[in-house]
């Protein structure tokens, strides 16, 4: 089981920028796949970037070039950069964790933080 803490949401204005960042912990030596997605009131949780063991990214088309992924192997801290965000980027980002194996999830892996909220005024 791993545990995940997020932090960094809140409100900011169109144009600007945040950082939320996810603490992982417990049995995150079977994990090799880190992510955020996020949920905006009346639509379906959407993949927003993920970042494996081996630092490949990935990205919605609706954050790239404005949002970064990373992580901090020796924090196990994965963190979403977001600038230049927009009213559209509302919704409340959640951390995930899971493995792929052979281009396969394994969702008995996958873990989900409590979300933590991110408001961006016009």
């Known amino acids: 089981q791993v545990q995940l803490v997020e932090s960094g949401g809140g409100l900011v204005q169109a144009g600007g920028s945040l950082r939320l960042s996810c603490a992982t912990s417990?049995?995150?030596?079977?994990?090799?796949?880190w992510g955020w997605y996020r949920q905006a009131p009346g639509k379906q949780r959407e993949l927003v970037a993920t970042?494996?063991?081996?630092?490949?990214?990935n990205y919605a088309d609706s954050v790239k070039g404005r949002f970064t992924i990373s992580r901090d192997n020796a924090k196990n801290t994965v963190y979403l950069q977001m600038n230049s965000l927009t009213p559209e980027d509302t919704a409340v980002y959640y951390c995930?964790?899971?493995?792929?194996?052979?281009?396969?999830?394994?969702?008995?892996?996958?873990?989900w933080g409590q979300g933590t909220q991110v408001t961006v005024s016009s």
């Open positions: 970042i494996t063991t081996a630092g490949s990214t």
């Open positions: 995930n964790v899971g493995r792929v194996q052979f281009g396969v999830r394994i969702h008995r892996y996958d873990s």
């Open positions: 417990g049995s995150i030596f079977s994990i090799n796949t």
